[in-house]
């Protein structure tokens, strides 16, 4: 049974750091785009950062310079280091692995960014 346990959510005041990790078992990521996304109340999922297997990264916009997307194949994980967080980074985030047709979600960690 595959499954992804997603941790290091939680509630941090403006200008802040987290951050989250993205455990998968059951099936070697090695060859998996690893990718965050994130979904606020009223809002469409949109994605936040992603890296390649082979390393190569993709970052939104309203993100780049502040996260920073990174992986351990060897522990099949993947990291989001948020810095400077702002009050409008607030949303769940949830981590997905993806390959071809196989595609698997987290189960979501909540970020608030609040003074």
């Known amino acids: 049974q595959v499954q992804l346990v997603e941790s290091g959510g939680g509630l941090v005041q403006p200008g802040g750091s987290l951050r989250l990790s993205c455990t998968g078992s059951g099936i070697n990521f090695k060859f998996y785009t690893m990718g965050w996304y994130r979904q606020a109340p009223g809002n469409q999922r949109e994605m936040v950062a992603a890296?390649?297997?082979?390393?190569?990264?993709y970052y939104a916009v309203s993100v780049r310079g502040r996260f920073t997307i990174s992986r351990d194949n060897g522990r099949n994980t993947g990291y989001l280091q948020m810095n400077n967080l702002k009050p409008e980074d607030t949303a769940v985030y949830l981590c997905n692995w993806r390959n071809g047709s196989s595609d698997y979600w987290g189960q979501g960690t909540q970020v608030t960014v609040s003074s």
């Open positions: 890296i390649a297997y082979r390393g190569s990264t």
